[in-house]
Structure formats: C-alpha cells, structure tokens
C-alpha cells in the first residue's frame, strides 16, 4: 500500500495487487477511523472497504486506490480501479461462496454508487455511512435525524 499525500481528514492509498493487501487496508481504515472519533463506525466502514477492495482486486484492473474520509458523522469513501467491467448485485445462493459482496455493502452503508473514471476505462465504487444517535437513527451530515 502507497499512501498519498492527503489533508488530515481524508487518506488515500495506492494498493499493490498482493495477497495481504485486503487485511492491511482493514487494520490501516480501523486505526485512522480510531484517531478520527469514529469508533462507532469503524467495523461496519472495515467490512465495507475489505468487500470493495477484494472486489477491485480480483474483477478490476491495475491502478486500484483506496480513499477515505470524513465529515461530522459521516465517513465516505471510494475503491477506484482501471478495469473495465461494471459490478452489478447478484443472487447468490445459499451455498455460494462469491456474489453477495455488494448486497453486503449495500446493506452497511447509506448510500453507495458507481461513476466511470474520467480518463479512459475504469470505475469508482464510492459509498457513505453515517453514525447512528442513541436514539437508533441515522444522523446526517447536518446533524439531523434520519429515519
């Protein structure tokens, strides 16, 4: 992992295609989401980036970076790759062990998307997570409840 230059609420990383590099991004968005008061979020944005990460890795194509980062109560974050397929939800089967990957991220984030890289083939799989109150609800940027 080559870590980018970044301000002190955003990081963003390079990522070598290697084994280890998956875990390595989890202990790395755990320890910065810590140092960022966001304790509350940090398992749930980990499983979140090791899904978008694994999925970069073994569909995607060489660059693959890894962004994060963070506004009042929110973290957003971003996998971008140069390879040229599209993820799409899929039905996997109870036995399955691939396919549910971003039914997974889908369900730990409030919102997440795809938008084609600007300069040739490509894809960012981009995403947000808001902490929740005590109350149970979602809280917005803002401040706000969400329901």
């Known amino acids: 992992m080559i870590g980018i230059p970044s301000c002190p609420r955003e990081i963003r990383w390079e990522l070598r295609a290697e084994p280890g590099v998956t875990a390595e991004c989890r ?3 755990r320890e910065r989401l810590a ?3 966001l304790h509350d979020l940090i ?7 090791t899904e978008l990460v694994a999925n970069a890795l073994v569909h995607g194509a060489a660059p693959v970076r890894l962004a994060l980062g963070t506004a009042p109560d929110t973290v957003t974050g971003s996998v971008a790759d140069g390879g040229a397929g ?3 939800l899929r039905q996997a089967g109870a036995e399955s062990e691939h396919g549910r990957g971003l ?3 889908a369900a730990l984030t409030d919102a ?3 938008v084609p890289l600007p300069a040739g083939p490509g894809k ?3 995403f947000t997570r808001t902490r929740v109150s005590a109350e149970g609800h979602r809280v917005s940027a803002e401040g706000h409840r969400g329901e």
Request: no cysteine; aromatic share 16%.
């Open 112 to 114: 997440w998307g795809v």
């Open 103 to 105: 039914r997974i991220v």
């Open 35 to 37: 140092e960022w008061d």
């Open 43 to 49: 398992d749930d944005v980990a499983i979140v980036v």
């Open 124 to 126: 960012t799989i981009w």
């Open 86 to 88: 599209w993820p799409r």
């Open 27 to 29: 202990a790395v968005v």
